[in-house]
Structures are given as structure tokens and as C-alpha cells.
């Protein structure tokens, strides 16, 4: 595994406004209508404002209310079935959504019985420039008490009860920062955690209070390496000032992780700032720490982790199909996996999603915006084939953007994901529960296309692709990642990450046409392009990485990988990494430009010879007196690397403001290096 990454909720605060203000202007502007201006077909209508009883075939109330919209989804939905029970599925169907909020009573479930067909698809699509918002949370209408200053107080009989419990709290359209403590930056812990039986750790004095414990709900969220925990406290020992949490810590995460950061949550004490909220388990108690002295109008808390889900059954070759949900919002999903504590392991790759798939082909999911959610905004995962995930805006996520096939390898074709395209997205402010989560995760899978992506403001990686560790089979090959543009990875939270990150063998995989920059981890791994173990057989070329803290490229071990054609500049530490020596060839590098002002060029291991480089061309504008590892210039090259390759300048445009396009006489280009044209990164108009 290398390393990998961490840290987020004190973001919360200074993001908040700006996911707001965005959602307002989503819902004022329309801006993800789809194309719907031309009905054929069979119509339906649904509409926070309609009733189940109605016919669906009117687009708003008729007069004396005797006909109009249906209410629910699921009432469509079971529309469409009847059609095919009266043998009138004859031709494709298209459901309208009204503007307004629709709030879920349970997750709304398609099986192959729900399929459209090539000729006759079904879609699921908002009306007009109006925007439908799918919400998984439930309005807490309760007679809020008075319990202090600007503080207000409600019992939840269902928390009381034990059937009900969040992490997450939506007042006014705005998520708000369960209580913490502190407020800015980090607790740390005295040394290692313990990593025998249930997480141990010994705390700074003042830090942990025992009396705590006999809340039951006061949360740790620690930071180590790549990953994150969110455990409860159930035992303080005051005397040794000993903090023990409910189950094991992952090993590999946390070993050698001295002093690793953490902060509480949930504490009384913690609720302390305008804006936080803090619920008590045992009493039901929900208290908010109002901004204002007005009350406010809307408070939403989550209840279903998933809003939809395509359940196919590939097992026995019963594909859902051709199935488009277009222009609507999903919000307000349910967090996983917390109520006894959670050891991240890395990405949060068993955190689901608000919209789940299995058995899926030739779906359709687009121009969609998934806010305001606890976990990950799209997972296709088994037996899913030929879907699309295009044009959305995927924000303000407790996880990840998109996940596609899974941890397990399959080797029968109908259990297999592959051929997938995940295109023209914007993912940002993710991880905000589950800090480890990334952009796009693709798994167990091949063949599929991520490309012309925007993903930024992650607090590890932003695209992984693959999922075994050394030279073992895997079932990620022949993945094209094109044309995106990944930056703001890290902040400084975790490490062991990269703006693109692999793992595994991986022929016919392409990673081209992609900008990288700024990518800052916690301490170490902090990367631009980074083929981690066994990364094996992989072109890397025409990419742009910049402004990395530890490398623009970095390969721990792998082999036989191509990388040529790229730029690697201003990273801080090194330019250009590689950990492990084999006996076979690492990598070729050739046709590169790698341009720095600070740091070495060569970090790391180059022990022994089994890599290849030629045709570069190098260059440090404050001095050209740099090595290469323990070598000169001159020494490197007896070796038989870059025996063609030049320390020139490479005549950028304009490298102060990272226009690294090529000026007409550029040595570069007589090495064989070919222009890159980034006009075509990131999503397109």
C-alpha cells in the first residue's frame, strides 16, 4: 500500500456558506434542467402537491382537485408496471418531476420489472427549469424551548427510544457542525495508539472528561496515515489519562503513526460556536446553537442512507435496463456504519451511496446534483454494464462522488463491471464524514472511461482506480482516465495520496490529457500521478502536474509502465519518485519535461538499474548544479540513463502563472515532445 491520507469537519464552517449559496442558486436558476421540451411518448407527472389517487397524466392540480399529478415516485413507478401488465408498454415513458421537495417515506427500489428497452426507454426527468429534490431526511416540526442565549431545545421520541439517531443536521439549507472540540485544528494523542484489542490511547491533560462516558455518545475521529476512525468513548482511566474507544483500530493504518491528530465530537462542552448542534442519545435531547435570535424556519435530519436503488439480479442474468434519471437533486442521506464506531481501512470504499445500482445497463444518470449527503453521492457496483454518469454536480458529500464495481474480483461475465462512463462531472467539498473518500473510485472494473471530470477540495485522493495489492489477478484493466482536471487534494489532512492513485497489473489502463495540481498532504505523499503496489503496464502520458508537495509522479513498486510526454513541475520536496527496486523494469521515462525551483529532483530509491530514461529534458531556473539521486549529470548519464535527454530551459509561456504551453523554439520539442492541449480538460459546455 505505500501510505495514505486524512483530516476534515473543521472545513465545515468555512465551506458551509458557499454549498448554500450554490444550492440557492441551483434551485433559483435551474441550471441543471435537463432536455425535456419536446414530450413523446407516454407522460406521467409527480408533484409534492399531487396525490397517489390521481391518474399522473396532468402536470399540476385541476381545478376542484379532482385529477392531477401523482405524489411519489414510487406511485409512478408502479404506473409504468401496470402499463406492462395491460400490455400497453408500446413506447417510451417519461416521468416529470415538479419543483418542490420530496421527501422519501423509504428508499425507492426498481427491479428488472422496471426496465425500459433501447427502443422504449423510461426517464425519470425534472419539469421545465424546475428543480425536484429527492430527500432521504425527515423535517423535525417540533415546539422548540428556549434553553439559553440564541439556544434552542427539542425531545425526539424516536432518538429517546432508540430507533433514531444522526450525524448530520441541515438547518435553513445549510449543513451545521455537529459539536466539536476545538473548534479549529486538532487534539493529539501522547505517542501511538494501541493497537491490541480495542483502540487505546493515552490524551493530553485536560483534553477527554471521564463523565462522558456515561453519555454514550461522545465521538473520537482520529486521523492516521490514509485513513480515519469515528468511535465512541467508553472508558476514561483520569489517572493515566486513557482513552478507550469500542473496537480495534485497522493496523496497517495506524502503525508507526506518532501523535496522530483527533478531535471530539458531540461533547456538552463542544457546544460552544453559533451554528453547532448537539444531540443527546439517551434523552433525545436535540440542542442548536442558533446564528441569529430568529428560529429557524426549516430543520432536516437524515433517515435513509439510500434514496435510490436499481437492483438488477445478475446472478441470474436479470439485468434493470435503460432506465434515465435526469435533472433532478438528491439530498439528505443517511450516514453508514457508525453507531458502534468505524476503522476506515482506505478511501472509504464500504461506505454506499444515495443512488445504488446493481445489475445495471445502459442506465442513465445526468445532469443531476447530489448535495447535503452522509455518504457517497453514485455507486454501480455488480453485474453493472454500459451505464452513464454524466453531467452532474456531486458537493458538500459526508463521502465520495462516484463509485464504480467492487472490492471482490468476479470472474463470471454477468457479476463483472466494465464499460462504464463517468464524464463531465464536477466533485468537490467531498469527505466531510469520511474524510478518506475519494472522487472516483473504481474497483474490481474494466474498461471503463473517467474523463473530463472536475474534482477538487478532497481530503485524499482524487481518482483510484483498482483494487489488488502487488501482482495478484485483478479485474481493473483497460481503464481510460482522460481529460480531467483534479486539484486542492489533500489540504493538508491525510497522506499517502495522489491526484490520481493505482493499484494492481492493469494492462491496456491509460491515465492522459489530465491536469494535477496542488496537492498538499499531512506529512508524507503528497503526488501528482502515483502508481502504488503492483501497479504494472499502465501509459501515463500528455499529463500536467504541478504545485505537489512531494512529487509529480511517484511509483512504489510496479512494473514495465510507460510514462512519456508529461510535465512535472514546481513540486516541493521531489519531482520524480520511485520506492521499490525489482528485477524486472520499474518504468520507461521518456519525452518529459520536469521543471522545479525547490526540492531534489530524484527522491527516494534508485538502487540497481532497472528503470529507463531518455529523451527529457530538465531544467531548475535558479541552478543548474542539481544531481540526479547520488549522481552527477554526468555520472547518470554513464549509466545509461538520459543519454539523449538535455538540461535546457523549456521556454514555457508563462510558468509563473502555469501556462506551461511551448514557446516556438522550446529545446522540448526537438527531443520529440509533443504540445499538450489542455483547451479540452474538465467538463465540457
Not at 116 to 123: A, C, F, K, L, S
Not at 203 to 220: L, N, T
Request: glycine residues 10%; charged residues 20%.
Amino acid at each position: 500500500m505505500g501510505e495514505k491520507k486524512q483530516e476534515p469537519p473543521f472545513i465545515m464552517k468555512k465551506i458551509a456558506l458557499v454549498v448554500f449559496l450554490s444550492l440557492c442558486f441551483v434551485i433559483s436558476s435551474g441550471l441543471f434542467a435537463s432536455s425535456n421540451a419536446a414530450p413523446s411518448g407516454k407522460i406521467f407527472y409527480i408533484s409534492p402537491q399531487g396525490n397517489d389517487a390521481w391518474s399522473g397524466t396532468l402536470s399540476k392540480p385541476a381545478r376542484g382537485r379532482t385529477d392531477g399529478p401523482f405524489a411519489t415516485i414510487t406511485r409512478a413507478r408502479d404506473a409504468i408496471r401496470q402499463l406492462k401488465k395491460d400490455g400497453s408498454f408500446n413506447q417510451s415513458v417519461t416521468v416529470y418531476l415538479r419543483g418542490g421537495t420530496f421527501f422519501l417515506k423509504e428508499t425507492v427500489v426498481f427491479t428488472p420489472e422496471d426496465s425500459g428497452t433501447e427502443q422504449w426507454p423510461i426517464r425519470y426527468v425534472n419539469f421545465g427549469n424546475e428543480t425536484p429534490i429527492l430527500s432521504g431526511g425527515q423535517l423535525i416540526e417540533t415546539d422548540w424551548k428556549t434553553s439559553g442565549a440564541n439556544q434552542i431545545q427539542a425531545i425526539l421520541p424516536e432518538v429517546k427510544n432508540g430507533d433514531w439517531y444522526f450525524y448530520q443536521l441541515f438547518v435553513d439549507g445549510e449543513r451545521w457542525t455537529r459539536a466539536r472540540t476545538p473548534n479549529e485544528g486538532f487534539h493529539t494523542m501522547a505517542g501511538e495508539m494501541r493497537l491490541e484489542g480495542p483502540a487505546r490511547f493515552t490524551f493530553q491533560d485536560g483534553d477527554i472528561k471521564k463523565e462522558w462516558i456515561e453519555y454514550g455518545d461522545v465521538d473520537v475521529i482520529g486521523l492516521a496515515k490514509w485513513a480515519e476512525i469515528r468511535m465512541p468513548i467508553v472508558d476514561v482511566d483520569e489517572a493515566n489519562r486513557t482513552a478507550t474507544l469500542t473496537k480495534q483500530v485497522p493496523p496497517s493504518n495506524w502503525q508507526g503513526e506518532n501523535n496522530p491528530r483527533y478531535w471530539i465530537e458531540n461533547a456538552p462542552e463542544a457546544l460552544d460556536q453559533p451554528g453547532e448542534w448537539r444531540l443527546e442519545r439517551k434523552t433525545g435531547t436535540l440542542t442548536l446553537n442558533l446564528k441569529s435570535p430568529e428560529r429557524p424556519a426549516r430543520v432536516i435530519a437524515p433517515r435513509l442512507p439510500n434514496l435510490i436503488r436499481l437492483e438488477g439480479d445478475p446472478q441470474a442474468g436479470q439485468p434493470i435496463q435503460y432506465l434515465s434519471f435526469e435533472g433532478l437533486t438528491f439530498a439528505h442521506s443517511r450516514t453508514s456504519k457508525l453507531e458502534d464506531g468505524y476503522g476506515d481501512v482506505q478511501a472509504a470504499h464500504d461506505i454506499d451511496a444515495a443512488f445504488m445500482a446493481t445489475g445495471a445497463e445502459h442506465c442513465v444518470v445526468k445532469q443531476c446534483r447530489f448535495t447535503q449527503l452522509g455518504n457517497y453521492a453514485v455507486e454501480f457496483n455488480q453485474g453493472c454494464k454500459f451505464n452513464q454518469i454524466a453531467g452532474n454536480e456531486m458537493s458538500d458529500l459526508g463521502a465520495g462522488g462516484v463509485k464504480i464495481g467492487e472490492r471482490a474480483r468476479r470472474t463470471e461475465a454477468n457479476l463483472i463491471t466494465r464499460h462504464n462512463l463517468v464524464t463531465d462531472n464536477r466533485i468537490h467539498h467531498i469527505g466531510i464524514i469520511y474524510p478518506a473518500a475519494v472522487g472516483v473510485w473504481v474497483g474490481q472494473s474494466d474498461h471503463n472511461t473517467i474523463a473530463h471530470n472536475h474534482i477538487h477540495h478532497t481530503y485524499y485522493t482524487g481518482i483510484s482506480v483498482g483494487w489488488t495489492w502487488g501482482y495478484a489477478p485483478t479485474g481493473a484493466h483497460h481503464n481510460i482516465i482522460e481529460f480531467n482536471h483534479v486539484h486542492d487534494i489533500g489540504q493538508g489532512i491525510l497522506s499517502d495520496m495522489g491526484g490520481i492513485y493505482t493499484l494492481g497489473t492493469q494492462p491496456g489502463t491509460v491515465i492522459r490529457n489530465n491536469i494535477f495540481h496542488d496537492i498538499y498532504s499531512h506529512t508524507y505523499g503528497g503526488w501528482g500521478i502515483y502508481p502504488d503496489e503492483g501497479s504494472t503496464r499502465i501509459l501515463i502520458e500528455n499529463n500536467i502536474t504541478y504545485r505537489t508537495k512531494s512529487a509529480g509522479f511517484h511509483q512504489h513498486y510496479g512494473k514495465e509502465n510507460t510514462v512519456r510526454n508529461n510535465i512535472f513541475a514546481l513540486a516541493k520536496e521531489y519531482q520524480v519518485m520511485r520506492t521499490r527496486a525489482e528485477a524486472h523494469v520499474s518504468f520507461t521515462f521518456e519525452r518529459n519535461i520536469v521543471y522545479f525551483e525547490e526540492g531534489e529532483l530524484l527522491g527516494s530509491n534508485w538502487s540497481g538499474s532497472n528503470y529507463q530514461f531518455d529523451y527529457n529534458l530538465y531544467w531548475n531556473p535558479k541552478t543548474r548544479n542539481f544531481k540526479f539521486a547520488d549522481w552527477t549529470w554526468d555520472e547518470w548519464r554513464a549509466k545509461g540513463q538520459d543519454t539523449h535527454s538535455k538540461i535546457a530551459d523549456p521556454q514555457f509561456v508563462d510558468p509563473e502563472h502555469y501556462d506551461f504551453g511551448l514557446k516556438s523554439g522550446s529545446p522540448a520539442l526537438d527531443l520529440g515532445f509533443q504540445p499538450i492541449d489542455v483547451s479540452q480538460v474538465g467538463p465540457r459546455p
